[in-house]
């Protein structure tokens, strides 16, 4: 396949998401201060996320806040992409690059990036999971319902403290319960029910 190159500047989101896709890690980057956290400091954070090691010039920041023990900074990131032709001759991101790290094949960091997710949602369905073995033993059975929002308006916040209503992939859990049984579900990467992906807990 022919390939090309291409550096650009990402920002927000999008750099974010690229940063914690480069490492294999999901979600928000957040750094515990009592202090506030300085924009030096956070860019010397984020040049060590799990071992990148950025050089920290390739790291800008450009907005810290704080609030309570948590901060969130905005950063943009150096970035290089690197591009392929598939087999119909459209253009396909294939490698992407940061700071002065080698290339990655970006279907792997997107594998590594859902088996990660995959451990989140489990752990989130678990919870749920507590939450409804704790209501089983005071109340002599399951939520009975079929969606998950339904399920959740019964377990919030006397047995599951925690408001958990999407997965890791910005989509509805989903909630089938009778009194003596229950599954619970996320559809996974590809968004469709009873395929491979499906992150699944069950009861009964």
Known sequence: MRQTGSRIRTSGVIAAWLLCAAVGVAGYVVAQSEKGLSKDEARKLIAKLAGLELQKSAINVTEVSTLGGAATAVAQVETAFRFAKDDRGK????????????????????????????????????????GLEA???ERGGYVVADTES????????????????????????????????????????????NTADDVTLRKG
């Open 150 to 193: 339904a399920l959740l308006d019964q377990l919030h916040p006397c047995y599951v403290e925690i408001i958990i209503r999407v997965d890791p992939w910005h989509r509805p859990y989903e909630y089938e319960g009778a009194r003596e049984r229950f599954i619970l579900r996320s559809l996974g990467p590809d968004g469709k029910a």
């Open 91 to 130: 253009w396909q991101v294939a490698e992407i690059r940061t700071g002065d790290r080698q290339w990655e094949d970006v279907e792997l960091l997107v594998r590594a990036l859902n088996a990660e997710k995959a451990a989140r949602a489990r752990a989130e369905l678990e919870t749920l999971a507590i």
């Open 135 to 137: 209501f089983r033993r």
